[in-house]
């Protein structure tokens, strides 16, 4: 029983377009969303992330999309670049807004495996 | 660098040999994290520790045990290692509970 479903196992982008990382959930509790990147041989590391309060969170290239009544998250990635070829991981915890303290530990999607063509 | 240390990265064990990974924290970070990665699937969370309050997942089998002697180090104990254990084992970070998790960078534990 997947609550965070990442369908695309893999997506390969032309280096300079836009990468689009696609995530859905299923837990109406989930109230933090993170992206994680992952190199080979590398423990996972944060990337951006969103609370369910807003809608949309943007750091440099990357952006992040929520879209609770879909119960859908996205990472935009622009301009798409060679060393953003890796596993990104699309993360959810709950309560962290409403009890002030978050729920134990994050729920993982299996990941899709980013590959930036030259 | 503050950081998340793993050792070893990669342990070799025989079927029903007990087995320790450690970690070590320099974030003095009051949650520590254990969760098992299996190929092409998602980290699936063991247990973690706030502070010295151990927190175990309902689905963690009985095999898996962890210790946390001061606020650095975690430790994974599995008693008797069965084929179906050899995964990557990660260990993470949270200054408190939810949000923004650091991870090391794992362990991968094969049994033979």
């Known amino acids: 029983d997947q609550q965070v479903k990442q369908n695309s196992p893999s997506l390969s982008v032309q280096e300079g377009r836009i990468s689009i990382l696609n995530c859905d959930y299923t837990n109406s509790m989930f109230d933090y969303f993170l992206w994680y990147k992952k190199y080979p041989a590398e423990g996972p590391t944060f990337l951006i992330s969103i609370s369910s309060i807003k809608d949309k969170n943007e750091d440099g290239r990357f952006t992040v999309f929520l879209n609770k009544s879909a119960k859908h998250l996205s990472l935009h990635i622009v301009p798409s670049q060679p060393g953003d070829s890796a596993v990104y991981f699309c993360?959810?915890?709950?309560?962290?807004?409403?009890?002030?303290?978050?729920?134990?530990?994050?729920?993982f999607g299996k990941g899709t495996h980013l590959i930036i063509q030259p | 660098d503050a950081m998340v240390i793993q050792n070893p990265r990669y342990q070799v064990t025989q079927f029903g040999k007990p087995v320790t990974l450690s970690c070590s924290q320099t974030l003095n970070h009051n949650v520590m994290y254990w969760y098992q990665q299996k190929s092409s699937q998602a980290p699936k969370l063991l247990f973690h520790y706030y502070d010295k309050d151990f927190n175990n997942e309902a689905d963690t089998p009985d095999n898996f045990q962890s210790r946390r002697p001061n606020t650095s180090f975690c430790f994974l104990d599995i008693r008797s290692p069965g084929l179906g254990d050899a995964a990557m084992y990660l260990c993470?970070?949270?200054?408190?509970?939810?949000?923004?998790?650091?991870f090391g960078p794992g362990t991968r534990l094969t049994v033979l």
């Open positions: 993470a970070t949270s200054r408190d509970r939810g949000g923004r998790q650091f």
């Open positions: 993360a959810a915890s709950a309560n962290l807004l409403n009890s002030g303290g978050g729920a134990d530990g994050l729920t």
